[in-house]
């Protein structure tokens, strides 16, 4: 993987939070195959199965559990590991789970953020800090155009809510400390809906999906006609590891609020991406349940970001089709249901290395 992102993450030391979930696992075994010295600082993984114990992480990465709403011990990692770096990805992620613990959930989210960013104030070393929060932060006004970056934080649902105060507490971060550091940059970085290979969390339409295609039953939908701009894992995450490369050619420039999205050929409904689940797979059915869930929860119907900012800036954006996330997605779990779970690691590696290979043949300048 030499010259991608500029080499700047070989030999770098880089701490990612939430390392045991879903984007979390991606991002650090993208980082280790750069060359990175990772530490991951996070709770035990929260699902079973889950990528980060597939793929055997602890084997190749420092592995330290821990909860981000304990500053003391965020504390204690930061000065001992010193790191050049700081991806913060742990959070209470799911938007129904919210309305279950939301206390949990807003401590999690806002204060667990300030405490990621108190510590990497008051550590010397870091340089970089990339705060991953949610498309979900905007305050939602079912619009049929894109969220800019500088629209208004909003969220009916706890989870919504927590991350929209995240972006202020980030904001206001930037504003009373980081601005009068001239080579640290900081960031807040908002993309959603990503899917992928190794997702287990409860309540997402492909793990649902997935689950259901590997047991031979029809796939429960209970908001069909939701649109979303779906995306892979690794789109997003290139553009934040690019973004983290950036801020130390010129902090004050990059450092803000930054969206990571598809263009809108991606945005379908839920019902189109089961369909392509269930095409991909080669089997499969699916059944509406949307007129029999008596106790609906909020969630928004239409949501999607604009990134121009992304584009004209770094540049960056999404490169593949929808028909190709989602062949991406089932490639990984046919390799997991059909190699009795082996090689995951060296697995999720290779469609790594098969992304970037897509991304120089589609000029993207962070692979150049």
């Excluded at 705060?131 to 969220?155: A, F, H, L």
């Excluded at 490169?319 to 190709?324: A, R």
């Amino acid at each position: 993987m030499e010259n991608v992102f500029k080499d700047f993450y070989k030999e770098k030391k880089v701490l990612v939070t939430g390392h045991t979930g879903f984007k979390g696992s991606w991002l650090s075994i993208w980082l280790n195959e750069l060359g990175s010295e990772v530490l991951g600082f996070s709770l035990n993984p929260p699902t079973e199965p889950n990528h980060f114990s597939l793929c055997h992480l602890s084997d190749r990465i420092q592995h330290v559990v821990g909860d981000i709403r304990d500053f003391k011990h965020v504390c204690e990692v930061f000065a001992s590991f010193k790191p050049d770096v700081v991806f913060h990805l742990a959070a209470q992620p799911l938007v129904r789970y919210s309305y279950v613990i939301p206390r949990e959930t807003l401590e999690t989210n806002i204060q667990g953020s300030v405490n990621i960013l108190e510590a990497a104030r008051i550590t010397s070393s870091v340089k970089s800090i990339i705060m991953i929060t949610s498309d979900k932060c905007y305050e939602n006004r079912e619009q049929v155009w894109g969220y800019k970056e500088d629209d208004p934080m909003g969220g009916d649902d706890p989870y919504s809510a927590s991350k929209g105060a995240a972006e202020i507490v980030i904001r206001s971060y930037i504003r009373s400390f980081f601005s009068h550091k001239k080579d640290v940059g900081v960031v807040s970085v908002r993309a959603g809906n990503a899917i992928g290979g190794g997702d287990w969390a409860k309540d997402r339409i492909v793990v649902d999906s997935i689950k259901s295609l590997g047991e031979k039953k029809p796939i429960q939908v209970r908001n069909p006609m939701a649109i979303r701009p779906w995306q892979h894992v690794l789109e997003p995450l290139s553009g934040y590891l690019w973004l983290g490369a950036k801020l130390q050619e010129d902090p004050k420039r990059f450092s803000g609020g930054w969206n990571f999205g598809p263009d809108d050929s991606s945005a379908k409904s839920v019902s189109d991406l089961v369909k392509a689940l269930i095409n991909e797979w080669k089997s499969g059915e699916w059944v509406d349940l949307s007129d029999k869930n008596e106790h609906k929860l909020h969630e928004a119907g239409w949501l999607r970001l604009t990134c121009d900012k992304a584009h004209f800036m770094l540049p960056w954006s999404a490169i593949m089709t929808f028909e190709e996330n989602i062949s991406l997605t089932v490639k990984w779990y046919k390799h997991f249901y059909e190699n009795n779970q082996s090689n995951l690691y060296q697995y999720s590696a290779h469609q790594i290395r098969e992304y970037i290979k897509l991304a120089i043949q589609r000029g993207q300048t962070w692979a150049q």
